[in-house]
């Protein structure tokens, strides 16, 4: 079953612009990560969040976690063509196996 | 240095065939995963080890098997593949040995059955 669902599904913007997903989950977490997948490629892991901080910067990326609400947003700010890919939220609810549950992601095109 | 590699890169089956994905990683991390990928669904965990001589089902185990050969290498099994299994497997890794550690994935095997 899939503990993160990413909003929205697709997303088209221009080089520039800034881009906003977001992730909502349904059970408690020991963190969220989120990842990116060009088409063809496998994931890469992005960032992490714990679920007692708020917000982590790398880079251009921004994410921010509430735990009260179960949810989290990434921000890319300006953006760039090679931006363009998929994007997914993984959450990690704890246990001794690191398991982690996936999204369906968000298909971000980022248009020169 | 490597990462994550899986083979083959990919792979055309007829119903009833049998095969083996291979994936190994040679980042000494203790815990490997398989996953399968379909459009619309996002990755579903198939198979992990949690570590070397260790294996247990995810969310989706029917229809496949697993071997954890030694720490570097996992490998996930098609006893007789059915058109259903056509999908994209990813197999990843992580150093089980520190709490919020990311996973690291291999390119993918897109397996079609026909």
């Known amino acids: 079953s899939q503990q993160g669902e990413e909003d929205p599904q697709a997303l088209s913007i221009q080089e520039g612009e800034n881009a906003t997903m977001n992730c909502s989950y349904k059970?408690?977490?020991?963190?969220l990560q989120w990842y990116r997948q060009n088409s063809g490629r496998g994931l890469v892991h992005l960032i992490l969040?714990?679920?007692?901080?708020r917000e982590k910067h790398s880079g251009r990326l921004r994410v921010t976690l509430d735990t009260s609400k179960k949810s989290s947003s990434l921000l890319i700010t300006a953006s760039r063509a090679a931006d363009t890919a998929s994007y997914f939220c993984?959450?990690?609810?704890?246990?001794?196996?690191?398991?982690?549950?996936f999204g369906k992601g968000t298909l971000l095109t980022v248009n020169p | 240095n490597a990462g994550v590699t899986q083979t083959p890169k990919f792979q055309v089956l007829k119903t009833g065939q049998s095969m083996t994905l291979q994936c190994a990683q040679d980042?000494?991390?203790?815990?490997m995963y398989w996953y399968r990928q379909d459009p619309g669904m996002g990755l579903r965990l198939i198979y992990y080890?949690?570590?070397?001589?260790?294996?247990d089902k995810g969310e989706v185990p029917n229809g496949y098997n697993v071997s954890r050969l030694n720490k570097r290498e996992f490998s996930l099994r098609l006893e007789s593949a059915a058109p259903s299994q056509t999908s994209v497997y990813f197999c990843?890794?992580?150093?089980?040995?520190?709490?919020?550690?990311?996973?690291?994935f291999g390119d993918g095997t897109r397996l079609s059955i026909l």
């Open positions: 990843a890794s992580s150093n089980r040995q520190g709490i919020n550690q990311p996973q690291h």
């Open positions: 080890s949690a570590s070397e001589g260790t294996t």
């Open positions: 969040i714990r679920s007692n901080e």
């Open positions: 059970t408690s977490i020991n963190n």
């Open positions: 993984a959450t990690d609810s704890g246990g001794s196996n690191y398991k982690l549950t």
């Open positions: 980042m000494n991390h203790n815990s």
